[in-house]
């Protein structure tokens, strides 16, 4: 089955800098690959997604980058602020049993320093 | 959009009770899916729905765990007995699959302690 790891599992960078997160997963069929945001006391919320047939995807700071031949994903925030301290999922679509499985990272907590 | 809702929130019960968790997924979402997640193992899929029929229960980790789904607005998740080690948030999710569309929104999680 699919398998998909995170690193790094803790990130701190200075307020306005970038912060950068990576994935990488073993099943060369997985075809979606959507980030979470998690904050403390909630639901992972989705805040953005990429599909295997587009290599970048970019709202706003934050961007995805898929490299299908390495199987490997990144999400990108760009002019980080405080709100965006937080934890970060990224996951893959496995392709068992319907193909509706997805298949998480270990997350990563981002802290941003003022 | 109310967005999926759990109940309860906060649940603690003794080691050897029951324990149910529910949720109502968004409307006219056409997937389920129940996650627990802990520190050691993270977010796992433990069962998923579609059309309120199981599809996957291999995340189940045992005959202690059962989920129904018995009709598109409405899921349960029982723990009997339960056990120490079930202690986790757990977390429904929905999605609307058609179309080759994927996203799953979450609900705010139900905290489980059993003592």
């Known amino acids: 089955g699919e398998n998909v790891e995170q690193h790094p599992s803790t990130l701190s960078v200075q307020e306005g800098d970038s912060a950068v997160i990576k994935c990488t997963y073993s099943?060369?069929?997985?075809?979606?690959f959507p980030w979470y945001k998690q904050e403390l006391g909630k639901g992972p919320q989705l805040i953005i997604d990429?599909?295997?047939?587009?290599g970048e995807k970019k709202d706003q700071r934050i961007a995805v980058t898929l490299n299908k031949t390495a199987k490997h994903f990144s999400l990108h925030i760009t002019e980080t602020q405080p709100e965006d301290s937080a934890v970060y999922f990224c996951?893959?679509?496995?392709?068992?049993?319907?193909?509706?499985?997805?298949?998480f990272g270990q997350g990563t907590r981002l802290t941003i320093n003022p | 959009d109310a967005g999926v809702i759990q109940s309860p929130r906060h649940e603690v019960t003794e080691m050897g009770q029951e324990v149910t968790l529910r949720c109502k997924p968004i409307?006219?979402?056409?997937?389920l899916f129940w996650y627990r997640q802990t520190m050691m193992r993270g977010l796992e899929l433990l069962i998923y729905f579609n059309n309120n029929v199981p599809i996957d229960d291999s995340g189940m980790p045992e005959d202690r765990f059962s989920a129904k789904m018995p009709n598109a607005s409405f899921s349960t998740l029982k723990i009997q007995p339960s056990e120490p080690r079930d202690s986790a948030v757990y977390f429904c999710?929905?999605?609307?699959?058609?179309?080759?569309?994927?996203?799953?929104?979450f609900g705010p999680g139900t905290r489980l302690t059993v003592t």
């Open positions: 099943d060369s069929a997985s075809n979606y």
């Open positions: 990429i599909r295997s047939n587009v």
């Open positions: 999710a929905s999605s609307l699959t058609n179309l080759g569309r994927r996203e799953q929104y």
């Open positions: 996951a893959a679509k496995g392709t068992f049993q319907g193909a509706q499985k997805l298949v």
């Open positions: 409307s006219g979402h056409n997937s």
